[in-house]
């Protein structure tokens, strides 16, 4: 009797923050988990698995990964967008773990065995001023990171992107019934990047690599001044330096500084990273597992990225689930054209309620050896964090004008 799919369980749960995961069972006992995680959107995303898409997976063979992905993608009229591919990306994970653990191996030898060592990381050095920042990145290098991101709180401004509340990891969710409202000024933070980076190399030197993410608030040539201003303090990336919708704005800004370009951690399907990728205007993909329709279109988008020496970046913020975490760094070891993979680490909490294989040693993550992805939830424990409702903030610059977040 062949394998099939008997049940599949969308679960919501809050240790920290929300997270939806889709569990497919099956006929021969074995199950598989995906992160279907939409930041602020995740009751979207667990409605369309429940009512759109687990009632079609029953009695399918979990084995035909490839078909069941088309069949969602493209047999559903209204194709692509974050909520579909976040849908499509917690079968398609779900789907490879049960493929890995029928044959007893880790889901990187099944993409094409390990290309590396163990998969390099960023971590998250953020401060409410520039001291701050400059004292956290110093905080990271001891703890054995090779790469850095550092994001600071701007004189002149109460709240920006990337600077954490109190101690804990940065959560850019805010827990509320509508979005909260927070303040941009473009000129005060053109005025105070260059000192950061001048003051992160002048204390560290440049034996490590130092990202930072403009999170698509910049306009083209704001975006160009900054990577040029930026250059003396050798950059790994400048991240979403411009919003991406307008692809050729990068045009503008590649022709005006050698700062590396990483985009894409908003990108849904191949077809938002073709003409980027195709042109040559960003130097990594950040599109992610959960995001992007799970590892099945992952891995298309990295092969048309490798014809143009563009290397992946993977989004792994907070919102992105343990689940994701270890899917991505399977894919991480196996990807020819690795660059980076962002780890901003999770709560304790979380990290109880999503038991994971996957270790961190002197700045790289291993996504361990166990059959599938290595990632399992205990469904106990999350049912003991009910959703919590909680907005990404919205921005707008002093004058009131509504503006990127
Ligand atoms: C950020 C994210 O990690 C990043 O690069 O852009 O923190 C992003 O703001 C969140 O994932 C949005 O939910
Ligand atoms: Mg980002």
Not at 70 to 82: D, E, I, T, V
Not at 90 to 115: E, F, H, N, R
Not at 191 to 213: N, T
Not at 364 to 372: N, V
Request: glycine share 10%; charged share 20%; hydrophobic share 40%.
């Amino acid at each position: 009797m062949a394998n099939t799919i008997t049940d599949a369980k969308v679960i919501v749960t809050c240790p920290g923050r929300n997270f939806v995961t889709l569990k497919i069972l099956t006929s021969d006992g074995v199950h598989g988990i995906g992160d279907a995680t939409l930041n602020g959107r995740e009751l979207a995303v667990a409605s369309y698995l429940k009512d759109h898409v687990v009632p079609c997976l029953i009695g399918r063979d979990p084995h035909d990964i490839e078909d069941i992905w088309n069949y969602l993608a493209k047999g559903a009229y209204w194709r692509r967008g974050p909520v579909t591919m976040a849908a499509i990306g917690a079968v398609d994970t779900a789907l490879w773990d049960i493929k890995a653990k029928v044959a007893g191996l880790p889901l990187y030898q099944l993409l094409g065995g390990k290309s590396r060592s163990g998969v390099m990381v960023y971590g998250h050095a953020n401060g409410n001023d520039l001291e701050e920042t400059v004292d956290a990145v110093g905080q990271y290098l001891e703890l054995g990171y090779k790469a850095v991101r550092a994001q600071s709180g701007i004189p002149g401004l109460d709240s920006v992107y990337g600077v954490a509340r109190g101690k804990l990891f940065y959560e850019p969710a805010v827990k509320g019934a509508v979005p909260e409202e927070q303040l941009w000024s473009t000129e005060k933070y053109l005025d105070f990047a260059p000192k950061l980076f001048e003051a992160v190399r002048e204390r560290y030197g440049f034996g490590f690599h130092l990202l930072h993410d403009c999170h698509h608030r910049l306009t083209p040539i704001e975006a160009a001044r900054l990577g040029k201003s930026l250059e003396p303090y050798r950059l790994f990336w400048l991240e979403d330096p411009t919003p991406a919708e307008n692809q050729e704005a990068l045009k503008l800004i590649r022709e005006h500084t050698v700062t590396p370009i990483a985009i894409g951690e908003i990108f849904n399907s191949i077809h938002d990273c073709r003409d980027i990728l195709q042109n040559q205007h960003c130097d990594y993909i950040r599109a992610a597992v959960v995001h992007a329709g799970g590892i099945t279109q992952l891995r298309k988008i990295a092969a048309l990225a490798e014809l143009y020496q563009i290397r992946t970046g993977c989004h792994g913020a907070t919102d992105l689930s343990p689940v994701c975490m270890g899917a991505a760094l399977h894919f991480d070891l196996w990807v020819p054209n690795f660059g980076i993979q962002e780890y901003m680490r999770h709560s304790p909490e979380t990290d109880e309620v999503f038991p994971h294989a996957y270790t961190f040693d002197d700045g790289y993550l291993h996504p361990g050896e166990a059959p599938g992805h290595g990632v399992d939830i205990d469904e106990a424990l999350a049912a003991k964090f009910p959703y919590e409702p909680a907005y990404l903030p919205v921005a707008r610059l002093e004058d009131g004008t509504l503006w990127n977040w």
